[in-house]
């Protein structure tokens, strides 16, 4: 199945879907467009306590993207409103490959209802 066909799986609206991209505001346009056609989707790792805690990591985006996301939370839109405007988030980048591993997974495990043992979502410690 491949991006296009998504909007028309009936099924995606009975599953939980997370999801995880890159901090940036081409990250947020694409969780947009999938809220888009379906409002169940989660994200995870896609908050300014993440994108603070990887501050070495930050990258520039050239060409961010502009346009007005309606299908974002209250918080998203916030970070992505920090990450298109004039604040010091203006243009940041923080590529998903960069976060650690063992904490994304922790977080899309716990996110698809799969709790780990001794961990908790608010520790960012790994």
């Known amino acids: 199945m491949g991006w296009r066909d998504c909007p028309a799986a009936r099924w995606v609206k009975e599953c939980k ?3 995880w991209g890159d901090l940036d505001s ?3 346009a694409i969780l947009n467009q999938l809220r888009s056609h379906h ?3 989660l994200s995870v790792l896609m908050d300014r306590d993440t994108l603070d805690a ?3 990591f930050w990258g520039r985006e050239d060409k961010p993207s502009t346009g007005r996301l309606e299908h974002l939370s209250d918080e998203e839109s916030s970070l992505y409103d920090a990450l298109t405007s004039t604040t010091e988030y203006r243009n940041v980048r923080l590529e998903q490959e960069q976060i650690n ?5 922790r ?3 716990l996110a698809c209802g799969w709790p780990l043992k001794g ?8």
């Open 17 to 19: 879907v997370v999801y």
């Open 54 to 56: 990887y501050r070495e």
């Open 101 to 105: 591993w063992e904490l994304a997974m």
């Open 26 to 28: 081409h990250g947020f």
């Open 39 to 41: 409002q169940h989707v």
């Open 119 to 126: 961990y908790t979502p608010s520790d960012r410690s790994v």
């Open 107 to 109: 977080e899309i495990s």
